[in-house]
């Protein structure tokens, strides 16, 4: 579970922000919506509202960056994401950091970065208490190697792996020292060094970022007969005409016509990576386009098996393809593996959620993640326009959040908690009459003709 997201002198955030996920003393509506970990509770949702350019797909952006550096390097454009309002930001280091839960555990773990140089300042991982206390795991400062924490006993197996791992690692500045000990690397299930698989697995498989530009993730439902009935079943409930979903297989040659050249090869070089890898008996894949829809299935040695859909629409003797279907209804099935995965401790981050969806489908997205989520602990952060689902019957106060940017392009963000407001407040009307901010300001325009 995410308890926080902390950043400064990243892309419109010119000084440190944060988003929490916990809840406020003074919301005491919707109490579902809490989720304890130990005696700590935590929000399910984070809503987070704004006018374009605010720094709302910032925000987003931010999780991706983290996710990006974790589970490979620092990215070349990096360089010029630093916060351009000030002009000494431009060798100001970056910070990031996440705080969040595995289980039953605690943790706390960034890194500062010159973005313009792309050189890592620090890196830090503690475990965190209740009591306000916090146990550091490891710690890291440029041109020093990371040091463990002087409470992890290490034992003598431990030590040896950890003394040959740090033994080149001294003058690294281009790589966090959390994926160099998972590239690679195999811990016991005793092993005291466990918390950097656990930490990095988190990053890397819980925290799921959806994006419009989205294209390639695992979807294991549209394998299997069980999955496509509940699919089917789910896409009933939005009144989309579709009552059955099917697969039907087509060829390589199929797949290669149906997609444009560059995205192809990229799809080739992904599977040919992945199946090189000896530890990878079975590959599943789901290509997503605006327009197309294709599930990939390899086993070693042999040919890859290629999956499409098929929707069938009432008593129409026809059978539709996915690219027939309109933007609302393919944007749904983007969204269904939230409502299907029933992983613990999933956080998805999604970019604007309401994206081609009828007002009245997003709140019926809304109130289905609540019934099917309801005894899990899993999280949804995503942007919006949509006002209508600023609403005391779907959302606290306290999940409510909003992104404005001031006259110097800077980006702030703030929860609906703190104004005061009394609980059958129509929410939506107040915001667009400005009262909470974060709505565009206009100016004059003269038009001037002959």
Known sequence: MLIKVVVDNFLSFNKETELTMIPSNKTRKKSEHKVKVKST??????????????????????????????????????????????????????????????????????????????????????????NGTQKTLFEREKGKKPVIGEDINLTDSDNAKLTTYLEDFEENSSSLFLTIMNRGKKYAYDSKLLFFKEVYEWI???????????????????????SLSLISDLIKTFDTGITEVNVV??????????????????IISDIKEKTEDEKNIEIKLSMRSDRSFFNIEVKKGQPPKITTISLKHGKSFYKFKYEEESDGTRRLFDLLDILLNKTNDTVYI?????????????????????????????????????????????????????????????????????????????????????????????????????
């Not at 950091?97 to 010159?114: D, H, M, P, R, W």
């Not at 819980?206 to 299997?224: A, G």
């Not at 297989?249 to 990229?266: D, Q, V, Y």
């Open 41 to 130: 509770p935590m929000l399910k949702y984070a809503v987070v509202y704004g006018a374009n350019a605010s720094g709302k797909s910032n925000l987003i952006e931010v999780f991706q960056f983290i996710k990006y550096c974790v589970e490979k390097t620092i990215p070349i454009e990096a360089i010029s994401k630093f916060c351009k309002t000030n002009k000494s930001n431009i060798d100001k280091p970056s910070l990031f950091e996440l705080q969040f839960t595995v289980g039953n555990k605690f943790y706390a773990y960034g890194f500062s970065i010159v973005l313009n140089t792309r050189t890592i300042e620090s890196e830090w991982l503690y475990e965190l208490y209740q």
């Open 204 to 226: 890397s498989k819980n925290l799921i970022i959806v994006t419009p530009n989205t294209s390639l993730r695992s979807f294991e439902y549209y394998y299997d007969n069980a």
């Open 249 to 266: 297989e087509i060829s390589m040659e199929e797949l290669g016509k149906e997609l444009p050249p560059p995205i192809f090869e990229s």
């Open 350 to 450: 999604v970019d604007e959620m309401e994206r081609s969806l009828h007002p009245k489908l997003t709140s019926r997205f809304i109130e289905l993640f609540d019934k099917i989520h309801l005894s899990n602990n899993m999280q949804l952060i995503f942007t919006t326009h949509e006002s209508s689902i600023m609403d005391q019957k779907l959302f606290r106060r306290d999940e409510i959040w909003f992104v404005e940017r001031n006259n110097e392009n800077v980006s702030s963000i703030y929860s609906l908690d703190k104004f005061k407001e009394r609980y059958d407040k129509k929410l939506s009307k107040a915001y667009l009459e400005g009262r909470y901010g974060a709505i565009p300001v206009f100016t004059a325009f003269k038009f001037t003709g002959e």
